[in-house]
């Protein structure tokens, strides 16, 4: 996991894996997540906390060790493991809510771990994408020529299923094809 300096010293090095996501965080995250884009940037952060093998602090897969345990005697100490995962959690817990808006960020403000905001977020955006999924069909459904150009019209369709791609739910070929045969 991480190194630490030396056995009495409560100093832990920052993972190299952790230092990349750190440096690279910008260009690797690359949206601001502002509660109308949340399966594009939920699938960015897991794909760079999967790469980085630090996914497993949103999935609870690294669970948080216990701040104390018994050394060879019999007595209290603290537990190194506990420190390190603390320090690696609290640098992803920046990493993440500094890929927010504010807005967003006020939603989670009061929780402490990675997990915790994770979860959180997936709680309630989650819901939300699913009803902007059935907005966005309904559009499409309902979107007629009218007084639209023959420029106009097939590109307001592209659009929204640009925008139902995007959200993890595209429209088929032959869904498009039937919708811009409407138009005619």
Not at 5 to 26: G, R
Request: with cysteine; glycine share 2%; net charge negative.
């Amino acid at each position: 996991m991480a190194e630490t300096s030396s056995s009495s010293s409560p100093y832990v090095l920052i993972p190299e894996n952790l230092k990349l996501l750190i440096s690279n965080l910008s260009s690797l995250v690359t949206v601001k997540f502002d509660h109308t884009n949340f399966i594009i940037w939920k699938k960015q952060v897991q794909n760079i906390l999967q790469a980085t093998y630090l996914f497993g602090y949103l999935d609870g897969s690294i669970g948080c060790p216990p701040p104390i345990i018994k050394d060879s005697t019999g007595k209290d100490v603290a537990n190194t493991e506990f420190m390190t995962w603390k320090i690696i959690d609290s640098h992803l817990l920046s990493c993440i809510t500094a890929t927010l808006i504010t807005q967003v960020f006020s939603l989670v403000l009061d929780l402490s771990t990675t997990r915790e905001v994770w979860l959180a977020l997936e709680k309630r955006f989650t819901t939300l994408s699913r009803s902007h999924i059935h907005q966005l069909k309904d559009r499409l459904s309902i979107i007629e020529k009218d007084t639209k150009t023959m420029e106009e019209y097939p590109k307001q369709v592209n659009e929204i299923a640009d925008q139902l791609a995007i959200a993890s739910c595209p429209i088929h070929d032959e869904d498009l094809v039937f919708q811009k045969d409407r138009m005619r």
